[in-house]
C-alpha cells in the first residue's frame, strides 16, 4: 500500500473544541489496541479492498494520529510496528503525532529509533491563558522545549488555531511570530469551528465564552498568510504552509486521491477507484472484533489467525463501505484539489471525466475568474488570494 495511517484513540484530557474520536487514556488497554490493529491489518491484505498491486507495493508514508499517539508506550508502539507485511520505500516519511508534555529527550531518541522521521505536534497557541481557555495540557513553555527537542529530526510541523473566544489581533501576532522564531519545517494553521456536541458547542450556547468578529478571524488568517510568506514559507494548501522541500507527503496523498489504508476505530480508507470504508467511533465494538480471541503464540501475520482468535467477516460490523458515482468522484476531485495551491489540472480532469465535464467546470469558473475568485490558464484553475477567505462557496459553485 502507498499510504497507511493508524488512529491510536486514546487522550489524557479532551481539548473543548474537539470532535475527533477518543477515549480516556486513563484505563487505556494498549495490548489490546496494538493486537487489534494487527490483525486489522492481517485481514486488509487479503480482503480484496485495496489490489495486490496496491498492497505489494513498498509504503511511501506511515502517519500515527488520534487521539494522543505520543501516550503509546515506547514497548507498545515497537510491538505495533512490525507491521507485517508492510515494507517502506527509501525515505518514506513517517509521523507521529504529539503533545507537548508528552516530549522528552528520551521519548524522541525512542522515537526516532522505531524509525519515525516526521514530527506533528499541536502547539495551537504559545499563550498560557489561550492554553487553559480551549483545555490544552501543556503551558506555552513547554512547547517551546519540546519544539527545541523536536527540531534536531530536522522535519517537525506545529498546528495553531486562530479565532479562538476573546482572542486578540496583537496575541495571535505573537504566537505567530513565535512560531517563525522557532522555525519549524511545517505549520498547519486553522480557523476554531465549532462543532456540534463539544464542550465549546455547549458553553457558545450557555453564553459561558462568545465568539470573536468574523472580520478579526479573516484578519488574522490574512496576517498569517503574509507573515508566513515573508518568512519564506509555501502556502501549499489552505490551511498548510511549508518551508521548501517539507510538505506532508501524507496529507498530500489525500488531497490528490491517492489510495490510503486506515487502521483503527474512526479510520477512513479508500481503493484510489470507487470504494470508500469507515470504521465505526466505538473503541469497545473495534476490540470486540479484532483484540478478542487467544492472546498467546503467533497473533499477527499475512493471513488472518484461525478460528480461535477472530472471524475477519466480522469486520464488516465495526465498518461502514460505500461506493462513489460518477458524479460524486467528479465532485471529489475538484474539492480536494482547489484546496492546494496548484489547484485541478485540467488536461487530467479532462482524460479522467472526459471532454463534457471540462466543458461544465470551465463554464462554472469563467464567472468566478471574472470577479477575480479564480486564477485560469490552459492547464489549471485554482484559487486566488482573494477567495482563500471564503474558500467553500467558490468551490462548491464548481460542483453544481
Known amino acids: 500500500m502507498r499510504h497507511l495511517y493508524i488512529h491510536l484513540p486514546y ?220 518568512a519564506g514559507y509555501e502556502h501549499y494548501e489552505i490551511s498548510n504552509f511549508a518551508l521548501p522541500g517539507f510538505r506532508s507527503r501524507h496529507n498530500s496523498s489525500y488531497w490528490s486521491g491517492e489510495p490510503y489504508l486506515g487502521l483503527g476505530p474512526a479510520a477512513h480508507s479508500y481503493d484510489g477507484l470507487r470504494r470508500r470504508r469507515a470504521n465505526l467511533p466505538d473503541l469497545r465494538a473495534y476490540n470486540a472484533v479484532f483484540a478478542s480471541g487467544e492472546r498467546g503464540g503467533n497473533e499477527v501475520g499475512n493471513t488472518c489467525p484461525g478460528e480461535n482468535a477472530f472471524d475477519c467477516a466480522a469486520a464488516a460490523s465495526v465498518r461502514e463501505e460505500e461506493y462513489l458515482g460518477e458524479e460524486e468522484l467528479r465532485d471529489e476531485f475538484i474539492m480536494c484539489r482547489m484546496r492546494t495551491r496548484e489547484g485541478i489540472p485540467l488536461p487530467a480532469f479532462r482524460d479522467r471525466f472526459g471532454e463534457e465535464s471540462l466543458r461544465r467546470l470551465l463554464k462554472a469558473v469563467r464567472p468566478a475568474a471574472a470577479d477575480g475568485l479564480l486564477q485560469l490558464n490552459g492547464e489549471s484553475v485554482s484559487l486566488t488570494e482573494k477567495s482563500l477567505l471564503r474558500s467553500d462557496p467558490v468551490i462548491l459553485e464548481l460542483t453544481m
Request: with cysteine; glycine share 8%; aromatic share 8%.
Open 11 to 230: 487522550c489524557s484530557r479532551k481539548c473543548i473544541y474537539c470532535d475527533f474520536y477518543s477515549e480516556g487514556a486513563r484505563r487505556a488497554d494498549w495490548s489490546a489496541l496494538r493486537r487489534g490493529l494487527l490483525r486489522e491489518l492481517a485481514c486488509a491484505s487479503r480482503d480484496g479492498f485495496l489490489t495486490t498491486g496496491e498492497y505489494a507495493r513498498p509504503c511511501e508514508t506511515l502517519y500515527l494520529g488520534g487521539g494522543t499517539p505520543s501516550l503509546m508506550p515506547a514497548e507498545e508502539l515497537g510491538a505495533l510496528l512490525t507491521l507485517p507485511g508492510v515494507s517502506f520505500a527509501p525515505g518514506a516519511e513517517r509521523t507521529i503525532e504529539v503533545n507537548p508534555d508528552d516530549v522528552t529527550q528520551e521519548r524522541f531518541d525512542a522515537w526516532r529509533k522505531l524509525g519515525f522521521n516526521r514530527f506533528s505536534m499541536g502547539v495551537q497557541s504559545f499563550s498560557d491563558a489561550e492554553l487553559r481557555l480551549i483545555g490544552r495540557r501543556h503551558t506555552a513553555a513547554q512547547a517551546r522545549e519540546a519544539c527545541a527537542v523536536l527540531a534536531r529530526s530536522g522535519n517537525l510541523s506545529i498546528d495553531l488555531i486562530f479565532g479562538l473566544p476573546g482572542q486578540t489581533r496583537r496575541q495571535w501576532c505573537e504566537s505567530v511570530a513565535e512560531a517563525i522564531a522557532l522555525r519549524p519545517q511545517h505549520i498547519s494553521a486553522y480557523a476554531l469551528m465549532v462543532e456540534d456536541g463539544t464542550p465549546l458547542s455547549v458553553m457558545l450556547r450557555q453564553k459561558r465564552l462568545s465568539l470573536i468578529p468574523e472580520e478579526e478571524s479573516e484578519a488574522m488568517y490574512l496576517y498569517l498568510v503574509a507573515a508566513l510568506r515573508s
